[in-house]
């Protein structure tokens, strides 16, 4: 028997939420795959910022992602690849929530509405780059019918990080 999924919205960042995302991934479990530890306030207000932009430009971001009663839990949206190793130029769709808030199915529900956005603004394919450990993230890729296209050795951290594609 599958398993309902919640009710969730997702909605441009505000200024606001970098606050939020500050105080829901100040948690070394969130972050365990992310760095391993809490970024400053800075690199949020950076982060909702810039999705701003991408939204404007490109018609998808990261999104924050709130729940049924409007509460945020996370962020799921979508963004260019922009770093010189991995699937550079492409669109990649990814989500991060507070410890809290895991294991309700919130990022599944949103990341199939992220599909339906990016589809609609008119992109063919889409990437997630998932932390070979991170069982969590690899098993919502399958829930969305990814499949494993590469693996690479992330640079700084030097582990082994997995490539899922899906064509839209």
Same mark, same amino acid.
């Given at each position: 028997? /599958?398993?309902?999924?919640?009710?969730?919205?997702?909605? =441009?960042?505000?200024?606001?939420?970098?606050? =939020?995302?500050?105080?829901?991934?100040?948690?070394?479990?969130?972050?365990?795959?992310?760095?391993?530890?809490?970024?400053?306030?800075?690199? +949020?207000?950076?982060?909702?910022?810039?999705?701003?932009?991408?939204?404007?430009?490109?018609?998808?971001?990261?999104?924050?992602?709130?729940?049924?009663?409007?509460?945020?839990?996370?962020?799921?949206?979508?963004?260019?690849?922009?770093?010189?190793?991995?699937?550079?130029?492409?669109?990649?769709?990814?989500?991060?929530?507070?410890?809290?808030?895991?294991?309700?199915? +919130?990022? /599944?529900?949103?990341?199939?509405? /992220?599909?339906?956005?990016?589809?609609?603004?008119?992109?063919?394919?889409?990437?997630?780059? =998932?932390?070979?450990?991170?069982?969590?993230?690899?098993?919502?890729?399958?829930?969305?019918?990814?499949?494993?296209?590469? /693996? +690479?050795?992330?640079?700084?951290?030097?582990?082994?990080?997995?490539?899922?594609?899906?064509?839209?």
């Amino acid at each position: 028997m /599958t398993r309902a999924l919640p009710v969730v919205r997702l909605r =441009v960042p505000t200024h606001e939420d970098a606050v =939020v995302w500050h105080r829901l991934f100040a948690d070394p479990e969130v972050m365990e795959f992310q760095g391993g530890r809490a970024a400053e306030l800075s690199v +949020y207000e950076e982060l909702t910022a810039r999705q701003r932009r991408h939204d404007a430009e490109r018609g998808f971001c990261l999104w924050t992602l709130l729940d049924g009663e409007d509460e945020v839990v996370g962020f799921t949206g979508a963004q260019p690849w922009e770093r010189e190793w991995g699937p550079t130029g492409e669109t990649e769709i990814g989500w991060r929530l507070g410890r809290r808030f895991w294991g309700r199915g +919130y990022v /599944t529900a949103a990341a199939r509405q /992220t599909l339906e956005r990016v589809r609609a603004a008119g992109v063919a394919d889409v990437v997630a780059m =998932v932390d070979a450990r991170n069982a969590r993230s690899i098993a919502v890729t399958r829930r969305l019918g990814m499949r494993l296209a590469e /693996t +690479y050795t992330t640079p700084v951290s030097r582990r082994e990080g997995h490539c899922y594609r899906l064509a839209l």
